[in-house]
Structures are given as structure tokens and as C-alpha cells.
């Protein structure tokens, strides 16, 4: 773990074996979601890798019927709407992640503040560039 | 840091642009070319192209929509201006903004007297859910759409908070799309030429004519909450909470206060200009209000030496409706949550109102060419401050005004204030 770069593609290797990673500032302690090279709060430039314990609560939400090519690939349409967010970890820090588990076709039923722990799905990637347009990826989620 | 002041003073003398529509057949350069037209005709006692030296063009898009990179010298060149240097500017939907800013900066340097700034997008190229998969590209693709987030979804995820934290309703936030269509009705550049009563009325007639059963509408607001015609695009927002998908282009003629008064008896003063940069909506304190919006507005009111209370008109950043009520208040012009969620309702930021907001229809009726948006927004209020703005024209002596222009969703703030003296 300590010699991966601190890159996305590392937070996505993690994923694959079921880990939540950040960053951890060596000098004021922040833990940077997403993983980040350098400190975005004291500007430090030295960072560790840590293990997010994966439980938070949801700060805010949308329910989506019109969805990215990847959530619309997955099965989602404006009759199966899904749901993403920003979840507060433990932790402190904070992410954007799909939230499963909730009843996405009734958003009116899902509270903030609502309690919530990580989860790994497989599904395709999102990008423009068509040879890694669906490149099956690990992502993190969370379900309530 | 210290209260920072421009070199030298700055004022736009002249600002046009083409109309904003679904403009098929018609290319970025050719779209800018009618703003560059309208603007020159703008200009009181005219001027000589000759006198232009340098352009500045944002635009987001041009290489996904028309698969054209650098598109700023291509407008220079249509617009016969080779071989003024010509910058390219993209900061998502806050590009113009970012490339007034740059000319202003320009002409403050003391390197230029006279330049052109503005954007262009023509965005009606690609089916919708490729369009709406590039505007998402303004957003952090790496962490964001990796969420599954949409560029609405955003937007929708803010106006959860709000909705949570103020008791703010979908009704506040139909009234800023209702207002923001009557006075885009009355913009006859804006893509939208209908009030939501005119639009629902056409929807009944097509009924009619289709010989289908006729909704029985009793108003506005109840077309509004008819799921069939105003769909959950991403919770809480609606079919009638977003902007359209637009081509268009707007510039403006920036001049060194020295030499605005050759062109012009009454030059628009920049007094006041802010730019901040946010993060992704996980790395904000909030999600009630745009924080880089809070920033912006702050180093533009302290350059002018004015007060939100002190302004009277102002274009914001409408691309959802959650977006003006958030920007109404970032801006200080209302308490943060009930008063500015309420404000469109209450009448108070209507055209005839004591704060008049987005009178040119704002980018919800009068469309949203991405790159081009904050240039349009200048429009406005160049053509207000004139007493230009024909039926749009405000009732109060718009002698000082604001822009605020954002790009993507908060990563880019711009803001600007405007005197006539």
C-alpha cells in the first residue's frame, strides 16, 4: 500500500480489493477523499494512504431519471431512477457516490442525515474516449 | 490581501449579440459575426475596425460540438480582424466572463485601448444525451460523474439542501422560471419568445388539434405540476427548472477610459470585477449557496466601493432555478433561504420590482449558449443602462448594475459591476 502513487487509478485498485482509501495529510492530519498528492488544507506536500472505516451519512441527494450513458448502460431510465449524493464519512471528509438501498422512485422517503456504509458494485466506466468507454470498473457506493 | 484596483479605468462602449435559438445551419463564427455586427451598431458615434487590438473568445465546447479547437482566432478571422492577437478562453459556462475579465485586464495593463471580448457555443449539433454528457465534462469527471452525477443532478443535489434546510418549495422555484419567461418573452434575441402561460396555451392547442383530450390547466403553476409536461428531469428539479440547449454568441467593445468618450457620451464603467475558483460539491462547507460566487462578489464590491443594496439591476446565473435564488443571495442582495427562495414569488425581483433580475429572460428563457452566456448577460445590461432594452426597459434609472456568471456548477465565479455616470 505505502509505495502506490496517489492517484484515481490506485483509489480504483483499492476498490477492487474492497477498500475504501484516502489520503492523510503528515502534518495537520487532514484526510483528503478523493485521494489527493498534497494537502488542500495546509498545503502540505507530504501524504499517507489510510483505510476509511466506509460508514457515513448522506448530506445531500438527487434522484436521477436522466442519467449518464453508464447509469442509463446499468438499467436506469426516467421509471427506474437512481440515486447520488454527498456522504460525510466518519472520518470527516466527504465524497460523491451512488446510494443504494434507498427508494430512489420516491426521493420525498430519503432523509439527509441518513446513515450509510460503503459498498462495491462493478459496471461499466464513463468516458468520451471510446477505448475505455466500457471498460468494466469497481466503484465505490454507498448503501443505506 | 489588500483592496486591488484596475490600472486604469474601463468601460464597455458598445455590445451586441446574435439571436439565441436552435440555430441550424449556422456555425460559431458565423453566430459571432451577427454579435460582432450588433455590437459595432451599438457603438454611438461608431468605430473604425481598424481601431480593435485584440479579441477575446470563450467557449467551452467548440472542439466536442464542432470539432474545432480554438475557435477565437476562426471568429477573428470571420469577423475580418486578422491579425489581432485573438485569445480562446474556456472556463465552462462562466467562458465569456472569464474573457470580459481578460480584456478588461488588458486594457488596464496599459497594453491595449481597444478590444473586443466575448464567447460564442453552437451546441445544437449532437443528439441531446450526447449534449448533455458534455455539458457534465464542466463538472469533476473523475469524481463527480464517476458518482453518476448529471450536470442537473448537481444542481438538484443543492437544491435538496436548500430544500431541507429552509423549507424552500418547488413553488418558489417554478415562480423564478415564470418570471424569468415573461421577460423573455419580451427579448426578441432570446430563444424562448413565450411566457409558461403562452407555452401551456400552445400545448393545449395542440391537443385540440390532435383531436386528443384537452388538460384541464386552471394556471400556470398547475401546468407546472403536471408530470406528463414538467418532468422530474433530477429530483427536486423539473423540465421547467433547467435552461435550454442553445447556440448563440454575444461580445462586447471594451475601451480605455481615455479614449470611450471618442466613441461614446455615456461609456459603461467596469467598477468592480471578481473571479474565484470552487471545488467539487464534496469539498464545499455548504451546498445552500455557491462559496467561489460569495468570493467573487466580495472582491467586486470592495473594487467598486459599492453595496448590494446600492445596485439595481443584476443578470445572474439562472441555468436552474435553485441557481438564481442561490445567486440572489451569494450576492447579498437577500437573506440567504426563505427571503431569497421567496423573492420571485413575492414579486420582488421582477421586472417592475425594487430588484429586478434576469430582465433579459436569463439563460432559463433567453437560452444558454454556454461560452457565449456571460457576454449576453453584459448585453443586458449595457442595453438597460442605455435605455436601449425596448419593452424589457426597466421602470428605475439603471445606473448601476451587476453581472455574475458561473461556470460549471460553482468551479468558476465571475462578477462584475457597472456604473453610468
Given amino acids: 500500500?505505502?509505495?502506490?502513487?496517489?492517484?484515481?487509478?490506485?483509489?480504483?485498485?483499492?476498490?477492487?480489493?474492497?477498500?475504501?482509501?484516502?489520503?492523510?495529510?503528515?502534518?495537520?492530519?487532514?484526510?483528503?477523499?478523493?485521494?489527493?498528492?498534497?494537502?488542500?488544507?495546509?498545503?502540505?506536500?507530504?501524504?499517507?494512504?489510510?483505510?476509511?472505516?466506509?460508514?457515513?451519512?448522506?448530506?445531500?441527494?438527487?434522484?436521477?431519471?436522466?442519467?449518464?450513458?453508464?447509469?442509463?448502460?446499468?438499467?436506469?431510465?426516467?421509471?427506474?431512477?437512481?440515486?447520488?449524493?454527498?456522504?460525510?464519512?466518519?472520518?470527516?471528509?466527504?465524497?460523491?457516490?451512488?446510494?443504494v438501498g434507498v427508494d430512489a422512485e420516491h426521493p420525498e422517503k430519503i432523509k439527509i442525515g441518513t446513515p450509510v456504509t460503503v459498498d462495491f458494485l462493478e459496471r461499466g466506466s464513463f468516458s468520451l474516449v471510446p477505448a475505455i468507454a466500457n471498460v468494466k470498473k469497481v466503484y465505490a457506493v454507498f448503501r443505506a | 490581501m489588500s483592496k486591488r484596483k484596475l490600472g486604469r479605468g474601463v468601460a464597455v462602449i458598445g455590445a451586441g449579440m446574435s439571436k439565441y435559438g436552435v440555430r441550424a445551419g449556422v456555425s460559431n463564427r458565423e453566430m459571432f459575426v451577427e454579435a460582432y455586427k450588433n455590437m459595432l451598431g451599438s457603438v454611438d458615434r461608431g468605430?473604425?475596425?481598424?481601431?480593435?487590438?485584440?479579441?477575446?473568445?470563450?467557449?467551452?465546447?467548440?472542439?466536442?460540438?464542432?470539432?474545432?479547437?480554438?475557435?477565437?482566432?476562426?471568429?477573428?478571422?470571420?469577423?475580418?480582424?486578422?491579425?489581432?492577437?485573438?485569445?480562446?478562453?474556456?472556463?465552462?459556462?462562466?467562458s465569456a466572463s472569464v474573457a470580459i475579465r481578460q480584456g478588461i485586464i488588458g486594457i488596464a495593463s496599459g497594453l491595449y485601448d481597444v478590444v473586443i471580448a466575448g464567447g460564442v457555443e453552437k451546441m445544437t449539433t449532437l443528439p441531446t444525451n450526447e449534449t448533455t454528457l458534455i455539458l457534465a465534462t464542466g463538472s469533476d469527471m473523475a469524481w463527480e460523474t464517476y458518482a453518476g452525477y448529471t450536470f442537473p443532478g448537481l444542481y438538484a443535489t443543492m437544491a435538496t439542501a436548500h430544500m431541507n434546510e429552509y423549507g424552500t418549495t418547488s413553488e418558489d422555484l417554478m415562480a423564478v422560471a415564470m418570471k424569468n419567461h415573461d421577460n423573455g418573452a419580451l427579448n426578441p434575441m432570446a430563444q424562448f419568445g413565450q411566457t409558461i402561460r403562452e407555452i401551456m396555451n400552445a400545448r393545449?392547442?395542440?391537443?385540440?388539434?390532435?383531436?386528443?383530450?384537452?388538460?384541464?390547466?386552471?394556471?400556470?403553476?398547475?401546468?407546472?405540476?403536471?408530470?406528463?409536461?414538467?418532468?422530474?428531469?433530477?429530483?427536486?428539479?423539473?423540465?421547467?427548472?433547467?435552461?435550454?440547449?442553445?447556440d448563440g454568441a454575444a461580445c462586447v467593445l471594451l475601451a480605455a477610459e481615455e479614449v470611450a468618450k471618442n466613441f461614446t457620451d455615456t461609456p459603461i464603467y467596469v467598477i468592480g470585477t471578481g473571479q474565484a475558483s470552487g471545488g467539487a460539491l464534496h469539498d464545499r462547507d455548504y451546498l445552500t449557496g455557491i462559496p467561489a460566487s460569495r468570493i467573487a462578489a466580495k472582491q467586486a464590491y470592495e473594487m467598486a466601493g459599492v453595496t448590494p443594496k446600492d445596485i439595481?439591476?443584476?443578470?445572474?446565473?439562472?441555468?436552474?432555478?435553485?441557481?438564481?435564488?442561490?445567486?440572489?443571495?451569494?450576492?447579498?442582495?437577500?437573506?440567504?433561504?426563505?427571503?431569497?427562495?421567496?423573492?420571485?414569488?413575492?414579486?420582488?425581483?421582477?421586472?417592475?420590482?425594487?430588484?429586478?433580475?434576469?430582465?433579459?429572460?436569463?439563460?432559463?428563457?433567453?437560452?444558454?449558449?454556454?461560452?457565449?452566456?456571460?457576454?449576453?448577460?453584459?448585453?443586458?445590461?449595457f442595453e438597460q443602462m442605455k435605455g436601449h432594452a425596448g419593452k424589457r426597459q426597466v421602470p428605475i434609472d439603471a445606473n448601476l448594475t451587476l453581472t455574475h456568471n458561473v461556470g460549471a456548477h460553482g468551479t468558476t465565479v465571475v462578477v462584475q459591476i457597472y456604473e453610468r455616470r
Fill in chain 2, 312 to 381: 439595481k439591476i443584476a443578470e445572474v446565473h439562472d441555468c436552474f432555478t435553485i441557481a438564481e435564488v442561490m445567486a440572489i443571495a451569494d450576492l447579498g442582495f437577500f437573506k440567504p433561504g426563505k427571503e431569497a427562495a421567496r423573492a420571485a414569488a413575492e414579486g420582488k425581483t421582477l421586472r417592475n420590482g425594487p430588484k429586478p433580475i434576469n430582465t433579459s429572460g436569463g439563460l432559463k428563457s433567453k437560452g444558454h449558449p454556454v461560452g457565449a452566456t456571460g457576454a449576453g448577460m453584459v448585453v443586458e445590461i
Fill in chain 1, 1 to 99: 500500500m505505502a509505495d502506490m502513487p496517489f492517484t484515481a487509478a490506485s483509489f480504483d485498485k483499492f476498490c477492487t480489493e474492497k477498500k475504501l482509501m484516502a489520503t492523510k495529510c503528515k502534518k495537520c492530519g487532514a484526510i483528503l477523499l478523493p485521494p489527493r498528492p498534497l494537502c488542500r488544507k495546509c498545503k502540505n506536500m507530504d501524504v499517507e494512504w489510510v483505510q476509511l472505516k466506509g460508514k457515513g451519512k448522506i448530506v445531500s441527494f438527487t434522484c436521477i431519471g436522466v442519467g449518464t450513458p453508464t447509469m442509463i448502460e446499468a438499467g436506469y431510465d426516467r421509471q427506474h431512477p437512481y440515486c447520488c449524493g454527498v456522504i460525510e464519512m466518519e472520518e470527516g471528509c466527504r465524497m460523491t457516490a451512488q446510494i
Fill in chain 2, 204 to 246: 393545449i392547442a395542440k391537443c385540440r388539434e390532435k383531436g386528443q383530450p384537452v388538460p384541464g390547466w386552471k394556471d400556470e403553476m398547475d401546468f407546472l405540476h403536471d408530470a406528463a409536461y414538467n418532468p422530474v428531469v433530477a429530483w427536486p428539479l423539473k423540465l421547467f427548472d433547467c435552461c435550454p440547449i442553445t
Fill in chain 2, 47 to 94: 468605430i473604425d475596425p481598424k481601431d480593435i487590438e485584440a479579441n477575446y473568445v470563450g467557449c467551452c465546447g467548440a472542439w466536442n460540438w464542432e470539432t474545432q479547437a480554438g475557435i477565437g482566432k476562426w471568429c477573428t478571422d470571420w469577423a475580418g480582424l486578422i491579425p489581432i492577437p485573438s485569445t480562446t478562453v474556456d472556463n465552462a459556462c462562466a
